[in-house]
T-cell receptor, first 117, second 115 residues
Framework: AQTVTQSQPEMSVQEAETVTLSCTYD???????LFWYKQPPSRQMILVIR??????QNATENRFSVNFQKAAKSFSLKISDSQLGDTAMYFC??????????????FGSGTRLLVRP | KAGVTQTPRYLIKTRGQQVTLSCSPI?????VSWYQQTPGQGLQFLFE???????NKGNFPGRFSGRQFSNSRSEMNVSTLELGDSALYLC??????????????FGQGTRLTVV
């Protein structure tokens, strides 16, 4: 069974600075997807960034980038130029598409990020 | 384009009762999945439906059930409610397919409180 571990329950960063959130996962699969989701106080889960395991290049979305280390099974999220609106709970998630394209996300326990003004 | 809509947003039920939650996916999305979020257990997968068929099911007791209608709207039902069923229930929809269309869009959830 796959597991996702986020070892940092809470983190804090000064506005405009850079912060890195950690995520490790365990799987015997070779093809899978990894995601970072953000959950602000409104509770809606918002996709921040995704990475296909077969791609060696790290994904980047504006101020958000990942460091994907497949052999180490590590998938960290770097937020540059942190903004107050980045304050939220961040979840790392793993997904392997089933043979019938069934879709099941396995989430980590989350990291609460506070951006200080 | 309207997002994923979950109703109701808040619900209070008594132990032993049953409850039905509703999820309307984004137009054109045919896959709907449900997740339970609690402080103790985190986010856990309940089940996924596609074309009115359950494709995948998480490790939950039979009191948790769901269905999907021909218009892709989905409902989940919890019978004989227990205090531990108090949670935020999230619904996500997606376009079936591989590659870039694997993204799931989430609703704002239904907050269920069992007293």
């Amino acid at each position: 069974a796959q597991t996702v571990t986020q070892s940092q329950p809470e983190m804090s960063v000064q506005e405009a600075e850079t912060v890195t959130l950690s995520c490790t996962y365990d799987t015997s699969e070779n093809n899978y997807y990894l995601f970072w989701y953000k959950q602000p106080p409104s509770r809606q889960m918002i996709l921040v960034i995704r990475q296909e395991a077969y791609k060696q290049q790290n994904a980047t979305e504006n101020r958000f980038s990942v460091n994907f280390q497949k052999a180490a099974k590590s998938f960290s999220l770097k937020i540059s130029d942190s903004q107050l609106g980045d304050t939220a709970m961040y979840f790392c998630a793993f997904m392997k598409l089933g043979m019938d394209s069934s879709y099941k996300l396995i989430f980590g326990s989350g990291t609460r990020l506070l951006v200080r003004p | 384009k309207a997002g994923v809509t979950q109703t109701p947003r808040y619900l209070i039920k008594t132990r032993g009762q049953q409850v039905t939650l509703s999820c309307s996916p984004i137009s054109g999305h045919r896959s709907v999945s449900w997740y339970q979020q609690t402080p103790g257990q985190g986010l856990q997968f309940l089940f996924e439906y596609f074309s009115e068929t359950q494709r995948n099911k998480g490790n939950f007791p039979g009191r948790f059930s769901g269905r999907q209608f021909s218009n892709s709207r989905s409902e989940m039902n919890v019978s004989t409610l227990e205090l531990g069923d108090s949670a935020l229930y999230l619904c996500a929809s997606r376009v079936k397919g591989q590659g870039l269309r694997t993204e799931a869009f989430f609703g704002q959830g239904t907050r269920l409180t069992v007293v």
